[in-house]
């Protein structure tokens, strides 16, 4: 059975998706990975829910139906045919939220402290 996969990343989070990306196990066990399993679960339920019934054949994969403002942790396992592996680390609990777009960072900056906005590429802070 091939090793654990590098602990998941997120790299883009939506307020019901989130997109994970993780590298491949070390050891393959001797035989080709055939795709990954992705579990997710609430924080704190120990609950672990698998998104997709299939094989993931690729080091990324979107989870949907997220519930917004519900924080959420991941892992991942490679599978050969001698079956899965063990599990990668599990990432730090995420927040499925609304993605920072610009009018919510300039909003933020605001809120943080005086900011005059120079132009929508810069901004001073006082």
């Not at 997710?40 to 949907?64: A, H, K, N, Q």
């Amino acid at each position: 059975m091939p090793g654990a996969p590098g602990k998941p990343e997120i790299m883009s989070i939506h307020d019901t998706s989130l997109v994970l990306n993780w590298t491949a196990p070390t050891d393959d066990g001797g035989c080709k990975i055939d795709g990954y399993i992705v579990e997710y679960c609430v924080e704190g339920s120990g609950i672990w829910v698998r998104p997709s019934t299939e094989l993931i054949p690729d080091r990324d994969f979107t989870v949907r139906n997220l519930t917004t403002g519900v924080s959420y942790e991941f892992r991942v396992a490679a599978k050969n045919r001698a079956g899965p592996g063990k599990f990668s680390s599990t990432t730090k609990p995420i927040k499925a939220a609304e993605p920072l777009g610009k009018n919510k960072f300039v909003k933020l900056l605001l809120a943080m402290h005086s900011a005059v906005l120079v132009s929508e590429a810069r901004i001073k802070i006082y």
